[in-house]
């Protein structure tokens, strides 16, 4: 009997541990499950994407945004966590993430009221992209698409000034690339293909800073091919548009000073001083 008594006595500070350490185990699930629960809260998340963009932490901030995505897309958090997402893969120049991003939100949220924010991101994403005028210009075209989107279907936001600034810089750069490579051409002695380029920097790019050089480089042309009723001409157009321009001022003395030279001397001389 006695040993019946301490079987059970040990029997039941043994069910007692064991009840022990499950209560514990149980406990300790449940303040796991609690601090999940508060890691993976929406605001929370939130909040710490927004923290890592301004500690620059770009990675971070799109892990952040990303689990709000992915756990919690009803959430009214949801498109604000995507917004930030794009901008996040923008700051850390993956353009290409930043635009797929971008256009899977307008797809999701064709009424979401950062839509023109998104808009004008996406063109920033192409412009910061231009390279210089001597490369190829594909993503100032885009850029010039996604900019142009962006006033046309937004013409009164805050975004649009600054869309229209940017639209100026790019037609700029699109019309350098043709001026470079015209004047390559020049330099080369093809006139008939200089004459052209510098022909579509005057009648696609008119309102470019280059569009007085390209007048005064078709006068020189015109004249060194003895078309001197055409050179007179584009001296014309200049001085009537550009009368206080520095290329006016030189295609004019051009002119006046080779008026009785001959006119392949003219272009030898040309040619030598375009570098």
Known sequence: MK?????????NKHLLTISLIAFLSAC???????????????????????????????KSAIKSFETIE????????????TVKKA????????????????EDFLKQYPSHHSVAYMYYLKALCYYDQIVDIGRDQQLTREALEALEEVVTRFPDSEYANDAKLKIDLAFNQLAGKEMNIGL???????????????????????????????LYRMTEIYYSLGAIDQAKKYVSVLGYNYPNNKWYSKAY?????????PQPSITKRIISKIW
């Open 3 to 11: 040993s019946m008594q301490t079987f059970m006595k040990k029997f």
């Open 28 to 58: 300790n699930s449940s303040k796991k499950d609690a601090d999940n629960k508060v890691a993976h809260n929406p605001s929370e998340l939130y909040s710490e994407g927004n923290l890592a963009i301004k500690e620059s932490k770009y």
């Open 70 to 81: 992915r756990e919690h897309p009803a959430s009214p958090l949801a498109p604000e966590a």
């Open 87 to 102: 901008y996040s893969f923008y700051l850390d120049d993956e353009f290409d993430d930043a635009i797929f991003t971008i």
């Open 184 to 214: 390559s051409y020049l330099h080369k002695g093809n006139l008939i293909a200089a004459l052209n380029r510098f022909k579509v920097v005057v009648s696609e790019y008119d309102t470019t800073i280059f569009v007085p050089e390209a």
């Open 253 to 261: 003395n051009l002119l006046e000073s080779n008026i009785n030279e």
